[in-house]
């Protein structure tokens, strides 16, 4: 694990492992070389260009096959990297160009996610049918936000009346007001 806090979901992978080894902070040849210790055959990444990810381990190739999955939608650019798994829709066919990676596409979906129970019932509409107006969100980094982005979705806006944008992690005060 190379998550800095354990939470609910964490315990509960830990609990189906006979092995689990919190690496937080491990330099990334130390992590290869244990990797390659344990016998690991399958490493699969789960953060590509993410925060904290550790593609400087698997560019070190300490497991026969490498396989990139779930966190970042795109290729890691890395020759040692063996696999994405990936969804037609997601990558169509004629995709492989731009990848580094082989391409296996999964049936079905992409993403597995089971919600929490304490979520409760999924309602049976979504909610901006009752509303009448939809409400759109973005929990992106704002500086991946471009005035093209902004542009388009105030076009976006516009067309829709009444519709909203919520957007989260956006610093209160000038940035805020000038956004």
Same mark, same amino acid.
């Given at each position: =694990? &190379?998550?800095?806090?354990? /939470? #609910?979901?964490?315990?509960?992978? @830990? *609990? ?10 491990? !330099? ?12 690991? /055959?399958?490493?699969?990444? $789960? =953060?590509?260009?993410?925060?904290? &990810?550790?593609?400087? %381990?698997?560019?070190?190739? !300490?497991?026969?096959?490498?396989? =990139?999955?779930? *966190?970042?939608?795109? %290729?890691?650019?890395?020759?040692? +990297? /063996? ?8 990558? !169509? ?7 580094? #990676?082989?391409?296996?596409?999964? !049936? *079905? ?9 304490? $979520? ?14 939809? %409400?759109?969100?973005? +929990? &992106? ?6 005035? /093209? ?8 806006? @516009?067309?829709?009346?009444?519709? +909203?944008?919520? +957007? ?8 805020? #007001?000038?956004?």
């Amino acid at each position: =694990s &190379n998550a800095a806090q354990e /939470d #609910e979901v964490s315990a509960r992978l @830990r *609990g189906y492992v006979d092995h689990w080894c919190v690496c937080v902070g491990w !330099p990334d040849a130390r992590l290869a070389q244990q990797i390659l210790e344990d016998g690991i /055959d399958v490493l699969v990444d $789960l =953060s590509g260009h993410t925060g904290k &990810n550790r593609l400087l %381990t698997f560019a070190r190739k !300490p497991a026969p096959v490498q396989v =990139s999955y779930l *966190g970042y939608a795109a %290729t890691t650019g890395l020759a040692a +990297m /063996d696999w994405r798994l990936t969804h037609a829709e997601v990558d !169509p066919a004629g995709y492989e160009a731009y990848y580094s #990676e082989r391409l296996y596409r999964l !049936p *079905g979906s992409l993403w597995c996610y089971r919600a929490s129970a304490e $979520l409760g019932a999924v309602a049976a509409e979504p909610p901006c049918v009752g509303r009448g107006s939809v %409400t759109f969100g973005s +929990m &992106n980094n704002l500086a991946k936000v471009s005035p /093209d982005t902004v542009a388009v979705w105030a076009q976006m806006l @516009r067309a829709l009346r009444g519709s +909203m944008l919520l +957007m989260t992690g956006i610093p209160e005060g000038s940035v805020r #007001e000038r956004l």
